[in-house]
């Protein structure tokens, strides 16, 4: 079963910056779509950015031109680079194939905006 470790959240001011990581336990990203999700307690979680096996990338109108998805298949890493955060990003953050998700979510990475 594929694992998915989500990383590199934090505690950051309005207008700050962060960049999340994900790392797979298998060569997954080279075949797949993968995205960065985010879930905020009593919501559904959200897909926010998206990057296609052949390096397509879309994004949620709400994140739109701040955040930025890549990603790294020889190190089986994808990551999202948020700039210009807002107390409304506040969320814990996933990875996982997208538009749906195929595998087990991971613990996620806690991303707050706050003054």
Do not use: H
Not at 16 to 26: M, P, V
Not at 37 to 44: D, T
């Amino acid at each position: 079963q594929v694992q998915l470790v989500e990383s590199g959240g934090g505690l950051v001011q309005p207008g700050g910056s962060l960049r999340l990581s994900c790392a797979a336990s298998e060569s997954i990203f080279s075949r797949y779509a993968m995205g960065w999700y985010r879930q905020v307690p009593g919501k559904q979680r959200e897909l926010v950015a998206r990057i296609t096996s052949g390096g397509s990338t879309n994004y949620a109108d709400s994140v739109k031109g701040r955040f930025t998805i890549s990603r790294n298949n020889a190190k089986n890493t994808v990551y999202l680079q948020m700039n210009n955060l807002k107390p409304e990003d506040t969320a814990v953050y996933y990875c996982n194939t997208a538009p749906l998700p195929s595998y087990s979510w991971g613990q996620g990475t806690q991303v707050t905006v706050s003054s």
